[in-house]
T-cell receptor
Framework: GAVVSQHPSRVICKSGTSVKIECRSL??????MFWYRQFPKQSLMLMAT?????????EQGVEKDKFLINHASLTLSTLTVTSAHPEDSSFYIC???????????FGQGTRLTVV | GDSVTQMEGPVTLSEEAFLTINCTYT??????LFWYVQYPGEGLQLLLK?????DKGSNKGFEATYRKETTSFHLEKGSVQVSDSAVYFC????????????FGGGTRLMVKP
């Protein structure tokens, strides 16, 4: 299958700082990317959907000013957690697809810890 | 809204044991159902899927049948191997391709030699 690379795999940051997570499709053009979040012992929850060149669509309850998503190219989407707080500590994972009816492939995920 | 519930882990089995990981869902209409597997340090990989009632998805010796009457999609394997140790996620989607997924909490499987 296609490869999606997510970076970094782990990051620790101080409260109040911002953290950027990258999601890259290595061998295909990703017209759409999805960002998920998983709290400990809970399900992966869809945060937002981003289409290349347009604004992301956020799920209900997700603060778009807190979680900035950029999908400026067909191979890269970034999620920036702004002014991070300990409650933002979580596992973030992206997926990417090349068409509306094609399988979405997942990155390895990023474990964010805010101290 | 849609939701997926799967058994909590970890599930610890000996090699060649029979595996069942239960998954039930709540959704209106006819969603597509999926099992994903995440090996240590890797991203989620699609293991199998079923897009309509009574369909059976299968891959790598794993099977799951879409049961609308019980709203279930239990994962089974007749003889597990150490290499099957991973976290397994049950999920549903309104899209046959598995986009915009609703996931269960994941079940960690540990297989001992």
């Amino acid at each position: 299958g296609a490869v999606v690379s997510q970076h970094p795999s782990r990051v620790i940051c101080k409260s109040g700082t911002s953290v950027k997570i990258e999601c890259r499709s290595l061998d295909f053009q990703a017209t759409t990317m999805f960002w998920y979040r998983q709290f400990p012992k809970q399900s992966l929850m869809l945060m937002a959907t981003s289409n290349e060149g347009s604004k992301a669509t956020y799920e209900q309850g997700v603060e778009k000013d807190k979680f900035l998503i950029n999908h400026a190219s067909l191979t890269l989407s970034t999620l920036t957690v702004t002014s991070a707080h300990p409650e933002d500590s979580s596992f973030y994972i992206c997926s990417a697809r090349s068409g509306s009816q094609t399988e979405a492939f997942f990155g390895q995920g990023t474990r964010l810890t805010v101290v | 809204g849609d939701s997926v519930t799967q058994m909590e882990g970890p599930v610890t089995l000996s090699e060649e044991a029979f595996l069942t990981i239960n998954c039930t869902y709540t959704a209106t209409g006819y969603p597509s159902l999926f099992w994903y597997v995440q090996y240590p340090g890797e991203g989620l990989q699609l293991l199998l899927k079923a897009t309509k009632a009574d369909d059976k998805g299968s891959n790598k010796g794993f099977e799951a049948t879409y049961r609308k009457e019980t709203t279930s999609f239990h994962l089974e394997k007749g003889s597990v191997q150490v290499s099957d140790s991973a976290v397994y996620f049950c999920a549903l989607s309104r899209n046959n391709a598995g986009n915009m997924l609703t996931f269960g909490g994941g079940t960690r499987l540990m297989v001992k030699p």
